[in-house]
């Protein structure tokens, strides 16, 4: 369907947690012309990362409207939105690796050779610094595979070009979520925040360590507000699972009054940071975008099972001894500019970062005016590339092997009654509980 300047986009994100929805939402309004405007329906893959009201609240992004689907529910409106005043323009897969390959193939499946349909854009939320490989061919085959910075898409190219797949749908952007006032000076009191993840580091002697260092160095510096930033509370889940809450580990420790815990929005609390640090969180690079002092941390090692090595020559690399000692990193900045973070202009949305999706928009448009409609989708794996491989990602999804649903798959015709929304609540409660409480008991006893 042609989109002309001033036609409102219909655009739909497909998202399986809380960190995805916000970058494909974001990614899908910035995807959108300032001149046009944009209806913005928002789907949940249903699954044990579902985010829940309150970190829907948390991100802050607002839909025309949202609910939450079965992947074969998914399918399904795809297949009655194809033609029409409903059909969309553009669809963003903001989904684990293996969500994308399964919704690809089966939209392939319902839409077949029919060029009426919407643009298809995945790509990923932060930094990318493990499964390099796998997870882009699982992410190829769609129209735009977005890299967030000029260093991913070299990568992201080289690795399509080196299994002999297309590489033309791959689209240098910028992570949409970055933006807020730049630092100009230190906050009254100073703010030391640690960035928490919920997996990295994944065991809890070292979570321990990182907590008992946080602590300590309120401690030393009690002039200082010293925060542990979380990204959810007990029970919930985000994009990885957290067995170990630093919200557990720190029952019983004397914290200091100068130390506490804080929820909400990542930017808001960057509002009143002197002092960002982090072992890997993407929210080191909205800090350097807005040109916070940033540290990502050496203590447990410069390893690829951290994602801290993804850090090397930015000049964020430092220890809690260096930051006890009151050391102040510099970023280097051609490290930064090729990360697509405040690149070529202010950290408050000028130079570069301004126009990081006017490629993305150009192509996009290019492809809704394209005569005679969109190719079929093209997966870099079919059953014939990976017979061993792709089946199995299907199948998770409900799917077969060439993308249709599979007898007896998962497809309410309607929404779930009160009786049903308390089972799911309460088989998502226990599976939390099993991830949270009863897994790392049964390790720790695995152990001895």
């Given at each position: 369907m042609p989109a002309s300047a001033t036609k409102a986009l219909r655009v739909a994100v497909l998202a399986d947690s809380d960190t995805r929805w916000k970058w494909g939402a974001l990614t899908a309004q910035r995807l959108t012309p300032a001149d046009a405007g944009i209806r913005l329906d928002g789907y949940l893959l249903r699954g044990r990362a579902t985010?829940?009201?309150?970190?829907?609240?948390?991100?802050?992004?607002?839909a025309d409207s949202l609910r939450e689907v079965t992947g074969v529910e998914f399918l399904r409106e795809m297949t009655?939105?194809?033609?029409?005043?409903?059909?969309?323009?553009?669809?963003?897969l903001a989904l684990v690796g293996g969500g994308v390959q399964a919704m690809l193939h089966g939209l392939r499946n319902i839409w077949g050779g029919c060029g009426e349909r919407p643009v298809v854009v995945t790509g990923y939320v932060g930094v990318v610094y493990e499964k390099l490989t796998d997870g882009l061919l699982l992410r190829h085959g769609a129209d735009l595979v977005l890299a967030n910075s000029r260093h991913d898409a070299d990568r992201f190219r080289a690795v399509f070009e080196g299994v002999g797949a297309d590489a033309s749908?791959?689209?240098?952007?910028?992570?949409?979520?970055?933006?807020?006032?730049?630092?100009t000076g230190e906050h009254d009191p100073y703010t030391v925040v640690f960035a928490a993840q919920p997996s990295?580091?994944?065991?809890?002697?070292?979570?321990?360590?990182?907590?008992?260092?946080?602590?300590?160095?309120?401690?030393?510096?009690?002039e200082r507000e010293v925060l542990l930033k979380?990204?959810?509370?007990?029970?919930?889940?985000?994009?990885?699972?957290?067995?170990?809450?630093?919200?557990?580990?720190?029952?019983?420790?004397?914290?200091?009054?100068?130390?506490?815990?804080?929820?909400?929005?990542?930017?808001?609390?960057?509002?009143?940071?002197?002092?960002l640090v982090t072992v890997s969180s993407t929210a080191a690079l909205e800090a350097l975008h807005r040109r916070i002092p940033t540290v990502v941390l050496t203590d447990l090692g410069v390893r690829e099972v951290l994602g801290n090595h993804h850090f090397t020559g930015s000049g964020c690399l430092a220890s809690?001894?260096?930051?006890d000692a009151g050391?102040?990193?510099?970023?280097?900045?051609?490290?930064?500019?090729?990360?697509?973070?405040?690149?070529?202009?202010?950290?408050?949305?000028?130079?570069?970062?301004?126009?990081?999706?006017?490629?993305?928009?150009?192509?996009?448009?290019?492809?809704?005016?394209?005569?005679?409609?969109?190719?079929?989708?093209?997966?870099?794996?079919?059953?014939?590339?990976?017979?061993?491989?792709?089946?199995?990602?299907?199948?998770?999804?409900?799917?077969?092997?060439?993308?249709?649903?599979l007898p007896g798959a998962p497809a309410a015709d309607k929404a779930p009654g009160p009786v049903r929304q308390i089972v799911r609540r309460a088989a998502r409660g226990a599976y939390r509980h099993g991830v949270q409480r009863v897994a790392p008991v049964i390790r720790r006893m695995g152990e001895l």
């Open positions: 985010p829940t009201a309150r970190q829907l609240e948390e991100v802050g992004v607002r009655e939105r194809t033609t029409g005043e409903d059909s969309y323009d553009i669809l963003v749908a791959v689209t240098e952007v910028a992570l949409p979520f970055l933006g807020g006032e730049p630092y990295v580091p994944d065991n809890r002697k070292d979570r321990a360590y990182l907590l008992d260092r946080l602590i300590e160095h309120a401690r030393r510096h009690p979380l990204r959810s509370k007990p029970g919930e889940h985000t994009t990885h699972i957290e067995e170990l809450p630093y919200q557990k580990l720190v029952q019983g420790r004397d914290v200091p009054a100068n130390f506490s815990l804080v929820y909400g929005h990542m930017g808001e609390v960057l509002d009143r940071t002197d002092l809690w001894d260096q930051l050391h102040r990193p510099v970023p280097d900045e051609e490290w930064v500019a090729r990360q697509g973070v405040a690149a070529g202009g202010t950290p408050s949305g000028g130079g570069s970062y301004a126009t990081a999706f006017d490629t993305a928009r150009e192509r996009i448009a290019g492809l809704l005016e394209r005569s005679g409609g969109l190719p079929p989708l093209n997966p870099y794996y079919t059953p014939e590339t990976a017979p061993g491989y792709l089946p199995g990602i299907l199948a998770r999804h409900h799917l077969g092997p060439d993308g249709a649903p």
